[in-house]
């Protein structure tokens, strides 16, 4: 792999281990059991991704908080259904940017339409 590719590997490793402290954090902070599960869920999944892009990379790295941190805040001041909608666009939007990986890194389509359906799902949780 080039070391352009190494480069955004490890920033989309980072960015998959960033949300899964952000997704446990939104989980406990969330009014209902559906929202805590759903969230739950994308939390354990984009584990998972990272360790796909760790597999390419070998990297290992530290997850950063601070999107965890602030997560309560933006909950706060945009409110539910706007942070969703701001957290389901993120969603799809890293789905479309994974899409040119695919090629030279196979398992990254996995992750790919992981997104795509945490897209979906978050979309689900609009009221
Ligand atoms: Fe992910």
């Not at 997704?23 to 599960?37: F, G, M, P, S």
Request: avoid cysteine; glycine fraction near 4%.
């Amino acid at each position: 792999m080039t070391q352009k590719q190494l480069k955004e590997l490890l920033r989309s490793q980072q960015g998959e281990l960033n949300a899964v402290l952000m997704y446990q954090k939104l989980a406990k902070i969330v009014a209902t059991d559906k929202e805590r599960e759903a969230f739950l869920l994308l939390a354990k999944e984009e584990g998972r991704h990272a360790s796909v892009f760790h597999g390419y990379t070998k990297q290992a790295l530290k997850p950063k908080k601070t999107m965890a941190v602030i997560m309560p805040f933006l909950y706060r001041i945009f409110g539910k259904n706007r942070l969703y909608k701001i957290i389901a666009k993120a969603e799809y939007e890293a789905a479309a940017g994974y899409e040119h990986l695919i090629a030279d890194f196979p398992e990254v389509e996995s992750v790919k339409n992981d997104e795509k359906r945490h897209g979906d799902i978050v979309s689900s949780l609009l009221e």
